[in-house]
């Protein structure tokens, strides 16, 4: 059995990949989506239209600005229950921004590439999202709204958020024209695939059924060598009539090298079932809550 990690351990894995995910998302708007003017919904797309509207205060002062007022609101809102992870996100993804405009100002594209810098727009955002969605975190903006109105209303929440990411994004067609609007109409489109594709690989997990005669030396290596739990069921072969041990158990995609290797080589006869399983809740896995 894989043995527990502290609670401040846990504590400190969460807050380092906030700050990843965070900055991964940082990259992505700064120096890809606010360049180029792709507005592809949220708050880094509402920025984007404003700041065309009123070009002497920037992408970023509006980013703050808006994200404090959905701080406030999000508390005056839903008290405690609105989270403190993405309070964190929220303000450390403006303060950067606002930083990197001051220290770092971009007045044009990085590259004369639009469709190659809209790919790093959309997948930086994208991944850095997913990372802070699985831990149970977000980036704030249009979120804090949805989560408002999914507690004093009835609405469909991906259905409103998605409604309202798409007015923005027709708004970029007025304020930059066809070209740019449409870019970020396929940016829209890409974004919550990619995001929904990056969340099922990192948790994505190998669960292994084993039907072998000899599941002593295979129990020894997936709990000793992969420090992992199993479960042993007996079974019976359908034309045989020969009984068989049934071995199930959950490792990761290193693990699961190893152990289809170790099984193939002490037991050739052995029968495996290696199934891909995305959402583990239990001890050396995810907590239930």
Same mark, same amino acid.
């Given at each position: 059995?894989? +043995?527990?990690?502290?609670?401040?351990?846990?504590?400190?894995?969460?807050?380092?990949?906030?700050?990843?995910?965070?900055?991964?998302?940082?990259?992505?708007?700064?120096?890809?989506?606010?360049?180029n003017n792709f507005s592809t919904g949220g708050v880094s797309g509402i920025s984007v239209i404003l700041a065309?509207?009123?070009?002497?205060?920037?992408?970023? =002062?509006?980013?703050?600005? !808006?994200?404090?007022?959905?701080?406030?609101?999000?508390? &005056?809102?839903?008290?405690?229950?609105?989270?403190?992870?993405?309070?964190?996100?929220?303000?450390?993804? #403006?303060? !950067?921004?606002?930083?990197?405009?001051?220290?770092?100002? $971009?007045?044009? +594209?990085?590259?004369?590439?639009?469709?190659?810098?809209?790919?790093?727009?959309? &997948?930086?955002?994208?991944?850095? #999202?997913?990372?802070?969605?699985?831990?149970?975190?977000?980036?704030?903006?249009?979120?804090?709204?949805?989560?408002?109105?999914?507690?004093?209303?009835?609405?469909?929440?991906?259905?409103?958020?998605?409604? #309202? =990411? $798409?007015?923005?994004?027709?708004?970029?067609?007025? &304020?930059?024209?066809?070209?740019?609007?449409?870019?970020?109409?396929?940016?829209?489109?890409?974004?919550?695939?990619? /995001?929904?594709?990056?969340?099922?690989?990192?948790?994505?997990?190998?669960?292994?059924?084993?039907?072998? &005669?000899?599941? =002593?030396?295979?129990?020894?290596?997936?709990?000793?060598?992969?420090?992992?739990?199993?479960?042993?069921?007996?079974?019976?072969? /359908?034309?045989?009539?020969?009984?068989?041990?049934?071995?199930?158990?959950?490792?990761?995609?290193?693990?699961? /090298?190893? !152990?289809?290797?170790? /099984?193939? #080589?002490?037991?050739?006869?052995?029968?495996?079932?290696?199934?891909?399983?995305?959402?583990?809740?239990?001890?050396?896995?995810?907590?239930?809550?």
């Amino acid at each position: 059995m894989q +043995p527990r990690r502290t609670r401040t351990q846990n504590q400190l894995i969460d807050f380092l990949i906030l700050n990843a995910g965070t900055l991964i998302m940082v990259v992505g708007i700064y120096f890809f989506k606010y360049p180029n003017n792709f507005s592809t919904g949220g708050v880094s797309g509402i920025s984007v239209i404003l700041a065309h509207y009123f070009p002497h205060i920037t992408k970023g =002062d509006f980013g703050l600005a !808006l994200n404090i007022l959905l701080l406030i609101l999000g508390y &005056a809102m839903l008290g405690r229950d609105f989270g403190y992870k993405t309070t964190y996100v929220s303000l450390l993804q #403006s303060g !950067l921004i606002w930083v990197l405009e001051r220290v770092y100002p $971009l007045s044009q +594209p990085m590259t004369s590439q639009p469709l190659l810098e809209l790919v790093f727009a959309v &997948a930086l955002p994208a991944i850095g #999202s997913a990372m802070l969605f699985n831990i149970g975190a977000s980036s704030g903006g249009t979120d804090i709204v949805a989560m408002v109105v999914k507690r004093h209303s009835s609405l469909e929440i991906g259905r409103a958020l998605m409604v #309202s =990411d $798409l007015i923005i994004t027709l708004m970029a067609c007025v &304020a930059f024209g066809m070209e740019t609007g449409l870019y970020s109409i396929l940016g829209l489109v890409t974004k919550s695939l990619v /995001v929904d594709m990056v969340m099922e690989n990192i948790n994505t997990n190998k669960c292994f059924h084993i039907i072998t &005669a000899h599941p =002593d030396h295979i129990e020894q290596f997936i709990t000793r060598t992969l420090h992992r739990g199993a479960t042993r069921v007996h079974g019976e072969g /359908v034309y045989t009539h020969q009984g068989r041990e049934v071995l199930l158990t959950v490792v990761n995609r290193k693990q699961a /090298v190893e !152990l289809r290797a170790y /099984v193939k #080589s002490h037991d050739p006869e052995a029968f495996l079932l290696i199934t891909n399983t995305g959402e583990i809740i239990g001890n050396g896995f995810r907590g239930v809550n």
